[in-house]
C-alpha cells in the first residue's frame, strides 16, 4: 500500500524544523537535537500544527508538569523528522570569511587563513628616534605571520626577506619605500633578464 503523499506548506514545514531545532540557514545547525513545540491556547501556530498531527508528521500530549498543563506539547514522529530533513535545502556554502571565523583560535589574523604572505613593519633604533622599514619575509620564514615588529627581539638582521623597503624616519615613508621596493620585485619576476635581484639587509 503505497504512503499518501503529503502536503504541507513552507510555514508547517518551518514548524518541523523549529521543533526539531533545524535551522537550514546555518550550515551547523542541520542536525536534530531536540524534538518539541509547547503551544498554548490561542496560539497562532495551533491550525499548522493540527494540520501536521492530522497527517502524522507531529504527534500531541500533555506537556512536563512543571510546564502550564494548559499548553499543548507537540513533537514530531519518525516519520515526521524524515519529512523534514528531506525538505531541507541544500546547505549554505561557507565563504572564506566564516571558515576562519570557525577556525579564527588557530590563526593570527585573515591573512595567515588565506595564506597571504602580508608585509610587516620592522622598527630599530631608541625611544624618540626610532627608524622603521616595512618587509615581507619569505613564505618559509618564522616571523611572516606575527602582527608587528616594534623590536629588535622581535626580528632577526640576519633572516631572509624577500622584499624590504628603506629605512625611514616614519611608517608612512617606511610604506612608500616598500612600495617601491616592491615594484621593482615584480618587474624582476616578469623579466628576470633585463632586472636585477635587490639583496637587502638589516
Known sequence: MEKAMIEATEQQIGLLWHALGLRPEC???????????LAGPGHDDVPDLEALVSQGLMSSRKPPAFC???EV??????????????????PPKLSNFDAYLRASDCYEHFAQFLDINVPLYQQRGEWRNHEYRMVRYTRTSPY????????L???SPHEKL??????????KAAKASYKAALKLHRAHQKHPANGFERTYSA
Open 68 to 70: 502550564d498543563q494548559s
Open 73 to 90: 506539547l507537540y513533537f514530531a514522529t519518525e516519520r515526521g523528522e524524515q519529512f523534514a530533513i528531506e525538505q531541507m535545502p541544500p
Open 162 to 171: 624577500e622584499v624590504a623597503g628603506d629605512w625611514a624616519p616614519t611608517m
Open 27 to 37: 550550515s551547523d545547525s542541520r542536525t536534530v537535537y531536540r524534538n518539541r513545540f
Open 153 to 155: 627581539t622581535n626580528w
Open 144 to 151: 611572516r605571520h606575527y602582527d608587528r615588529h616594534y623590536s
